[in-house]
């Protein structure tokens, strides 16, 4: 570096700290944090989470990021989808050695292991496929494309068929193996995501983790399907009201019960309090088969500990043991299926319906809780069942808990590098611990950063005012102001002091905590958008959906004012002006007219819509509550044009998607 | 099964049907140029069950008979009837139309508030507000492959269930007269759109192209050039089986097989009436339901069922000039017949007072030659 | 000229670690040393002598060491809590006999313990909060209040703040690790002798009942926090029987009553736990004179002596050690507001279900010490919503379309200046979370009660 560089970076630091700039700099810290305690600190912000900056680059490195895991038949080999590293990691079980790793799609989510045990397939969340996995080669050998966002996977018994969970296409695919093609789509819940086959093997079960359509501000219902493998239909959609984020499921061995995880939110309620449940409680719902089969929900969280979370479920050989991985609250919880067993049979229904919001149950049937690493996901037993694997995903480690003692005997390190500050960030994001009582921690209401599609009734408005749509944090970065109101400048005032003091009610973050709980969420972004063609082209209809989002004029010929027009409040490229405005969509509970402008990416995955979340769908936005031409002039548009702007609006943000073959 | 030979035969064998009762399950199903005969009929009302007597379309879903009446959605399982109305997720009280997807099993239902989606349980309404479909009221609706169609009062639209993408078929982008759609057909990557004084609309798929098929002569009160192709613009549903294009109209019925129209009339056929409301095809033979009564024509053989007293009804068989007729103590619930559909060898009738089953016999019959 | 620079710079270096090194060793008090009050001879009413009561430190990992007095020059000292790093120590004392009590504050390490300036009357069991302030009881503020309520301060003495507003007292406090204030609620009613134990966010909002038992008595001394998520305490039966030691699971306190001290035949008066399973005991054998300080291992009843009562009577005790700082947490009491809001899901709900004759409930009345304060009718789904004057104690009841009390009273309750504070219902099952559903009376207006209560800052 040449003298007079030195001299200037040095100039200016001196001017920095040894001037009224000291002052300045100083204050806006403390204004963009919200932490009137703040000192001078410009690197977090200005260097270290400037996406895709010089130093952003720098410090990016190649976490792996187990997700899910299987077994190999004899036991002596693990498959893991390492998530961040687009990566299906080959493990020998005896020793802990990564003995391969072989490159898939993006984002891996699951691993089903053919029966012969020689062929692995893996989804890949951010490439819309299935990659097949010839294991003796360690290579790829085919790759089928699937809906958007493939998560669980479940091959039936003779290993023909694979079903697919597509979490963002909200629908089940059917792949025939031997053709290497989809066979059908069914209709899922929204946001599906585990897939399990029934022990009789007649049967797949599907978890979901968005609620079902219910009308605005009532309970919601979220549901697991059940597809007959003959029939090749869903045959049941067994509901769980009042739960969602239905992430695990598996079966005794003998099929007479499905556990799946779940949690109980109270976005309905006003969140003045999160002692006793008041924001979310964590459970399981135990699910009879059969059309009539009964489906009864069980706390796993006491009167004064929650434990966020649950995101997976495997049941011991016996069927005696269930254990639960809680990535938010970091344990197992080893859950006795006899006691839940008994305390089904000897209750009746109206009590078991009492029984979802009973925190002092769990002392009846939760063994004990054995804690692991950070952010606890994926499960898989050994074939003799006596070892249980748990990925522990922010750690990049997989704990192997012996299932006699009930606690961690080993853990097998898979290589990731060192936590950085995003690392750092991604840990805080998805621990429990900054909650009161591990209430809940940043993921329980935004799912891999994204959202959980409900509304809230949040306190500091007052009761039953301002209900606000909980919108994704992914692609955030360069949209402030922040909330819908637009009052915060920054994220670190977003998750500062008042969210301490307003949500979490425990510790506020330190300074540190928030640059780097601040740093990932900044550096999440959405997937791949599947409404964009890989050449970026847009289809006709794209193209007259744009044309009526830049058009200045209306359908007879009248002029659209500028403010009245799309493009204005939302002009590329990140489809918001960064302003508050009024366009009619204040609602009964506001007191405001004005809201923050979103931005517009990814949009076909965010429903409910709008600052409070009155619309269902995109259409609502102006079929229900535009018709004031307030919110864009749509009063002209005829219905054809409408689908038409839709249609360009879910090309919005994001990459294009990758092609895969075989897509229907 | 025996042909019919001509008409110049005195006596002949219409139609020899397993009777589904005491068949196994693998029995046949009618075969191709056979007019299956029903002269037993169970009706089913609000006695047993229905939420009203007006039943508006039926579709069979395996063992599953769905019923559309102006009060609900009722459907008849293991030989019971439930209904479903708003209060489940109903769009409308008032079910126009029903399809199920072959594949998945949903069921369609078209109404006058919507287009609902049954699945398992699972109800979702797709109305013009929440959705890209053109208007509430659907006539028609039919599911095939990746696509729910549905013939609503301002054209058909298109739903692509696994983009989400909704598509409108009006008088803008096709040949449509009037973007007024009273049914829809798809099947098999084709699909046929009857428009209400815009005749019939084909689309094919795979080549997203369209075709009209109109009536030539342009009369709306009389075919003035018998066979020169549809016999009348205003259609009101449309069926496509065995490459035969049956359409419906108020003014009578069509008939086209790829090379040559034909054209048929309560005056010059057994048909009915003119009045046609629905009509659907299964193998070579159309069903035809009319003001009249219920027809069942496969080019050549006609079935008449009709309704004519309190006790009971009659069913005519005409083949050219040979024809039977016999009463039975049973017969459909109404002659104001709105739909059909088939289960196994079982038919059911939707009509405006009960919906009515009817059960194959196993006999030959013989026309006697006039 | 560099040379010497370096050198200097060196020796600058080198006088200051050794300086910190030095300070650090100073610093130093023992991990394991246990604290404890002992109380002289003749008792702590004896006026005359030199000491009635004192705080006392030893270290049983240093048998050679002589215990140390913490509160030399003190007449009296009880009630010793020491800081989360284990390096100060809070207590309540008195220099002369004549002095008032009052709370003191000092180093482990030695040096004067320092007044905490605090104007209140009598106060008792000190506790550091997370936040560096303490919580302690004391008798009320208001003058005519004669029963101990407890209050937060700086260690200053400034920020005097009642945090509970029970017509009963309320003492002997702990802080727990998730930041809240357990503590002892005494009710001196012919119909309940039974003491329980409440807990409350530090800012008074909150307030709940942690712990009851239809055969408990008087709990003596504080609770406490073991290591493995359960709260020990000793309870003195009501019918005169021996102590007990008693433990509940933080997981479900109000079902998980477990005597852990039962092989023990001689007397308790506090216990603090050491391990995940054991403990220190303030215990007289049977037979014995005095309170020795005993380290007791229920799963073995093993029960090994450390400190012999013949300087006196041990009365409680505190390991020294550090431990997780409690939480804190932001508070939402508003000062300039004078009202806070209480809603209820469903007024009628009994163990999670609308009991038959609950349905009868159509008016919520809100009842004062000197009173009814108001009521206001039931929403069509049990809710209630009503604006309420802050810090002041208040009981509900349900009444029919006759006036007829259906449900009640409650539990006196109250609410601070700016507390929006949810119940799920009146009788509701303690263990229940709420129902996910919208309250109709939330979307209303609060009803204020009494009518002319100031405005709420909400």
Wanted: charged share 20%; glycine share 10%; aromatic share 8%.
């Amino acid at each position: 570096m040449r003298p007079r560089w030195v001299a200037a970076i040095l100039a200016v630091t001196a001017v920095v700290i040894l001037t009224p700039g000291f002052y300045f700099s100083r204050r806006h810290v403390r204004f963009m944090s919200g932490d009137d305690s703040a000192g001078l600190s410009c690197m977090p912000c200005h260097l270290y989470l400037q996406q895709g900056g010089l130093l952003a680059r720098l410090r990016e490195r190649d976490y792996l990021s187990p997700l899910h895991l299987a077994v190999s038949p004899d036991g002596s080999r693990l498959y893991v989808t390492a998530e961040e590293a687009d990566a299906l990691l080959v493990v020998d079980a005896s020793d802990g050695t990564v003995l391969r790793r072989i490159a898939v799609g993006r984002q891996p989510h699951s691993v089903a292991l053919h029966p012969d045990g020689r062929t692995a397939y893996v989804s890949n969340r951010w490439s819309n496929s299935v990659s097949v996995v010839d294991l003796p080669s360690g290579s790829v050998v085919d790759t089928l494309a699937v809906g958007g966002g493939p998560a669980g996977l479940a091959l039936t018994r003779d290993g023909s068929l694979l079903y697919v969970a597509n979490g963002t296409s909200d629908d089940i695919s059917m792949l025939d193996l031997a053709r290497g093609e989809e066979r059908r789509r069914l209709s899922a819940g929204r946001s599906p995501q585990s897939v399990r086959l029934a022990p009789d093997g007649e049967t797949v079960y599907v978890t979901s983790r968005y609620s079902n359509a219910v009308p605005y501000r009532t309970t919601p219902v979220t549901e697991v399907t059940v597809v007959s493998v003959d029939a090749g239909r869903v045959t049941r959609r067994a509901t769980l009201r009042s739960a969602h984020d239905l992430e695990g499921i598996d079966f005794t061995p003998s099929g007479d019960l499905a556990v799946v995880t779940l949690v109980r939110p109270k976005n309905l309620l006003p969140a003045t309090q999160v002692g006793r449940g008041w924001m979310l409680t964590f459970g399981i719902g135990v699910i009879e088969p059969g059309p009539d089969g009964r489906v009864i929900q069980l706390l796993l969280d006491e009167v004064n500990a929650f434990f966020a979370d649950p995101f997976d479920v495997v049941i011991g050989a016996q069927g005696r043991r269930a254990f639960v991985t809680h990535s938010g609250a970091d344990v197992v919880s080893v859950i006795d299926l006899e006691a839940v067993r008994e305390l089904i049979e000897a209750t009746p229904a109206e009590s078991l319906a009492v029984y979802a919001d009973h925190l002092g149950l769990s002392a009846r049937y939760v063994v004990t809780r054995i804690p692991t690493g950070a952010n606890p996901k994926g499960l898989a037993l050994s074939p003799d069942g006596r070892r249980l694997y748990v990925a522990e995903r922010l750690e990049d480690r997989l704990a192997v808990i012996d299932t006699e003692k009930l606690q961690v005997v080993e853990t097998i390190a898979l290589g990731g590098p060192r936590p950085n500050r995003i690392r750092r960030g991604a840990r805080l994001f998805h621990s429990s611990d900054h909650t009161f009582q591990g209430q809940f921690s940043c993921r329980s209401c935004h799912p891999e950063g994204h959202h959980d599609a409900l509304t809230y009734d949040l306190e500091p408005d007052g009761l039953g005012l301002h209900i606000v749509n909980n919108l994704s944090l992914r692609s955030l970065a360069y949209t402030a102001p922040y909330k819908w109101t637009g009052k915060n400048a920054s994220l670190y005032r977003q998750c500062g002091f008042r969210f301490a003091k307003w949500l979490t009610r425990t510790e506020p973050y330190s300074l540190d905590e928030l640059y780097s709980l601040v740093a990932y969420i900044l550096s999440l972004s959405h997937e791949p958008n599947r409404y964009r063609a890989a050449s970026g082209e847009l289809t006709p209809v794209q193209q007259r959906g744009k044309a009526l989002f830049q058009r200045e004029w209306t359908n007879d010929g009248r002029p659209i004012p500028p403010e009245n027009r799309c493009i204005t409040c939302h002009p590329p490229p990140r489809f918001t002006n960064f302003q508050l405005a009024e366009v009619g969509s204040a609602g009964p509970s506001d007191a405001q007219g004005e809201f923050d402008t979103p931005h517009l990416d990814n949009l076909y995955g965010q429903a409910p819509y709008l600052h409070d979340g009155r619309a269902a769908t995109l259409e609502e936005i102006w079929t229900k509550f535009g018709g004031d031409d307030r919110h864009g002039v749509v009063n002209d548009l005829t219905k054809a044009q409408l689908n038409d702007l839709i249609e360009y609006l879910k090309t919005l943000g994001g990459e294009p998607a990758s092609e895969e073959r075989g897509g229907r | 099964m025996r042909r019919l030979r001509g008409p110049m035969a005195a006596a002949l064998l219409v139609t020899t049907l397993p009777f589904i009762g005491t068949r196994d399950a693998t029995a046949q199903e009618p075969q191709q140029g056979s007019v299956p005969v029903y002269h037993r009929w169970q009706t089913f009302t609000t006695a047993d069950g229905l939420p009203s007597d007006k039943a508006m379309a039926v579709r069979v879903d395996g063992d599953r008979v769905w019923v559309g009446t102006d009060r609900g959605l009722a459907v008849y399982e293991r030989g019971r009837w439930r209904s479903y109305g708003t209060e489940d997720g109903l769009a409308h009280d008032v079910v126009l139309s029903i399809d199920v997807h072959p594949e998945t099993g949903d069921v369609w239902i078209g109404t006058l508030g919507g287009l609902n989606r049954w699945s398992a349980g699972r109800w979702e309404t797709f109305d013009q507000l929440n959705s890209g479909l053109a208007n509430d009221v659907v006539y028609g609706v039919a599911a095939d492959g990746d696509y729910v169609w549905a013939a609503t009062a301002a054209g058909a639209s298109r739903f692509n269930v696994l983009t989400g993408e909704w598509t409108i078929f009006d008088e803008k982008n096709t040949a449509m007269h009037e973007p007024w759609t009273y049914g829809v057909h798809a099947a098999g990557g084709m699909v046929y759109i009857a428009a209400w004084g815009g005749g019939v609309l084909e689309y094919e798929v795979a080549a997203d192209r369209w075709r009209d098929y109109r009536d030539p002569d342009g009369e709306m009160e009389i075919d003035l050039f018998p066979h020169d192709g549809l016999v009348h613009d205003i259609t009101t549903s449309v069926s496509y089986e065995n490459g035969v294009l049956w359409a419906a109209t108020y003014f009578g019925l069509s008939r086209y097989d790829g090379a040559r129209w034909r054209g048929y009339f309560d005056h010059d056929s057994p048909l009915s009436s003119n009045f046609i409301n629905f009509v659907r095809a299964r193998g070579s033979v159309a069903w035809i339901c009319t003001d009249q009564g219920l027809n069942a024509f496969d080019g050549t053989t006609w079935v008449t069922y009709q309704r004519d007293s309190l006790a009971g009804g009659a069913m005519e068989i005409h083949n050219g000039a040979a024809s039977v007729r016999r009463r039975g103590a049973t017969a459909i619930a109404h002659n104001y017949v709105l739909g059909v559909d088939f289960q196994g060898e079982t038919v059911w009738v939707a009509t405006a007072q009960g919906v009515s089953r009817g059960v194959a016999h196993w006999e030959s019959i013989s026309l006697v030659g006039r | 000229m560099r040379r010497r620079t370096a050198v200097a710079f060196g020796s600058v270096l080198l006088v200051g670690l050794a300086s910190l090194a030095l300070l650090s060793s100073q610093g130093d008090v023992p991990d394991g040393a246990i604290v404890f009050t002992q109380v002289a001879p003749g008792g702590a009413d004896s006026a005359h002598a030199a000491w009635t009561s004192r705080i006392v430190m030893v270290d049983p990992g240093r048998p050679d060491q002589a215990p140390r007095v913490l509160t030399e020059g003190f007449h009296a000292a009880r009630h010793p809590a020491v800081s989360h790093d284990g390096q100060r120590l809070l207590f309540v004392g008195k220099r002369e006999p004549a002095d008032p009590w009052q709370v003191w504050e000092g180093s482990l390490t030695g040096g004067r313990p320092q007044p905490v300036a605090a104007d209140v009357r009598d106060p008792h069991y000190p506790a550091y909060l997370g936040d560096g302030r303490i919580v302690f009881s004391a008798r009320g503020d208001d003058g005519a209040d004669t029963m101990a309520a407890l209050f937060t301060a700086e260690l200053d003495g400034t920020r005097l703040t009642r945090i509970t507003y029970h017509p009963g007292t309320e003492t002997a406090p702990i802080v727990l690790r998730d930041g809240r204030v357990l503590y002892v609620s005494r009710v001196g009613s012919p119909d309940r002798t039974a003491d329980r134990l409440m807990v409350v966010r530090y800012d008074g909002t909150a307030s709940q009942l942690f712990y009851e038992h239809p055969a408990a008595g008087r709990i003596l001394d504080r609770p406490r926090e073991t290591g493995d998520a359960r709260v020990a305490f000793v309870e003195a039966a009501p019918s005169g029987a021996a102590n007990e030691l008693v433990t509940v699971s933080q997981g479900r306190p109000l079902h998980s009553r477990v005597v852990v001290g039962d092989a023990l035949d001689g007397s308790i008066a506090s216990a603090y736990p050491v391990t995940d399973s054991g403990f220190l005991l303030a215990y007289r054998p049977v037979g014995g004179e005095r309170f020795g300080l005993y380290e007791f291992r229920p799963e073995t009843g093993e029960l090994a002596a450390l400190v012999d009562g013949a300087d006196g009577d041990v009365e409680e005790s505190v390991l020294v050690t550090s431990r997780p700082r409690p939480k804190v947490f932001v508070s939402v009491v508003d000062r300039v507001s004078a009202t806070g809001t209480l809603f209820c899901l469903d007024a009628r709900l009994t163990d999670g279900r609308v009991a038959q004759g609950s349905r009868r409930s159509t008016t919520l009345q809100v009842w004062g010490v000197s009173g009814l304060l108001g009521e206001t009718a039931l929403e069509a789904d049990g809710s209630f919503h009503v604006e309420l004057a802050a810090n002041t104690p208040v009981r509900l009841a349900t009444v029919d379309t006759q006036g007829r009390v259906v449900r009640g009273p409650s539990d006196w309750i109250w609410v601070r200046p700016n507390e929006k504070r949810g119940c799920i219902g009146c009788h509701e099952d303690r263990e229940m979370a709420p129902s996910n559903r919208v309250p109709l009376a939330t979307e209303k207006p609060a009803v204020r009660i009494p009518p002319g209560a100031e405005e709420g800052g909400s």
